[in-house]
């Protein structure tokens, strides 16, 4: 059984950090492909970043490229989002998603995932 644990959520003024991670257990994780979405209230869940555990491959959405930094580390099968320069259009609840692992789609998709997360909120303040 996958499971997926968020935390590092909270709340932060503009131009701030906050450091999101994802413990994954219940399976070899190594061919997988790890994904962070976000969900504002009335809207739709959106892809934010995503990345290969094999090689380390990363992909961004626009509107985080060049503040937000996703990573994994594989001793602790722990996935991590960095985000910096944060602003208010960034607060939302923040998934973490699993997919594989024979995956070999992109990953930009919520319905790619099979496993998710219960959500941690980050709450960005002007």
């Known amino acids: 059984q996958v499971q997926l644990v968020e935390s590092g959520g909270g709340l932060v003024q503009a131009g701030g950090s906050l450091r999101l991670s994802c413990a994954a257990s219940?399976?070899?994780?190594?061919?997988?492909?790890m994904g962070w979405f976000r969900q504002a209230p009335g809207k739709e869940r959106e892809f934010v970043a995503r990345i290969r555990w094999s090689g380390g491959a990363t992909l961004y959405a626009d509107s985080v490229k060049g503040r937000f930094t996703i990573s994994r580390d594989n001793a602790k099968n722990t996935v991590f989002l960095q985000m910096n320069s944060l602003k208010p259009e960034d607060t939302a609840v923040y998934y973490c998603?699993?997919?594989?692992?024979?995956?070999?789609?992109?990953?930009?998709?919520?319905?790619?995932?099979?496993?998710w997360g219960q959500g941690t909120q980050v709450t960005v303040s002007s």
């Open positions: 219940g399976r070899t994780f190594s061919s997988y492909v």
């Open positions: 998603a699993a997919v594989g692992p024979s995956y070999t789609g992109s990953g930009l998709r919520r319905n790619d995932y099979d496993y």
